[in-house]
């Protein structure tokens, strides 16, 4: 009996530690938020993360960052003449290619089909082209296999430095890139 005045009255009290549970609740929303924020096909951000995480900062920051817009050149083609699932190694193998030329620190983001965006904060257009052209060489070493046909893949990079908002580096980036494009492909072009 825990009260004097019923005493043929007793209550149960039960106590149960939560925390495991808090604890595989938490796990399981980084899980979800992870998949939300990751491509599955390159294991590169999404362009869902790159906006939220860059987006969100002031209209223009006084950081310097360098972006490059990455693009396979032909990339249509490779699908047309090989498959999509040749050309979903290309992006694969592409992504991998990009993961060991930045530092952990930069966030790389596949943008859409077979453009991928580079964010490289604190470093110089100089610095920025360097990486690039780290990544490029990588990819233009890649060799693929569709039936008893080897090819390579070449890259057109677009390159901006600057401290402007997020969209306003993507569009300068993307314009240098389509410059590498009509300047006959597989090369790296700084916005100017």
Avoid: W
């Avoid at 249509?76 to 530092?103: M, P, W, Y």
Wanted: hydrophobic share 35%; proline share 3%.
């Amino acid at each position: 009996p825990l009260e004097e005045r019923g005493r043929d009255t007793t209550k149960l009290l039960l106590l149960a530690d939560v925390t495991q549970a808090r604890r595989e609740q938490e796990h399981e929303k980084e899980k979800l938020i992870e998949k939300s924020s990751v491509d599955p096909l390159t294991g590169l951000f999404n362009k869902l993360y790159l906006r939220k995480k860059y987006g969100e900062q002031p209209a223009s920051t006084p950081r310097r960052t360098s972006l490059l817009f990455i693009d396979v050149d032909d990339f249509k083609s490779i699908n047309d003449r090989f498959g999509h699932l040749t050309g979903d190694d290309v992006l694969r193998e592409l992504a991998a290619c990009i993961k060991q030329n930045i530092r952990g620190m930069n966030d790389a983001t596949r943008f859409g089909g077979d453009e991928f965006v580079v964010v490289l904060e604190d470093a110089t257009a100089d610095e920025a082209y360097i990486v690039a052209e780290r990544i490029r060489i990588c990819a233009n070493a890649l060799e693929f296999f569709a039936g008893d046909t080897a090819f390579h893949i070449t890259l057109s990079i677009g390159l901006i430095e600057g401290t402007g908002p997020l969209d306003e580096l993507i569009e300068k980036a993307d314009r240098a890139m389509y410059d590498s494009k009509n300047k006959g492909k597989n090369t790296t072009t700084r916005f100017s």
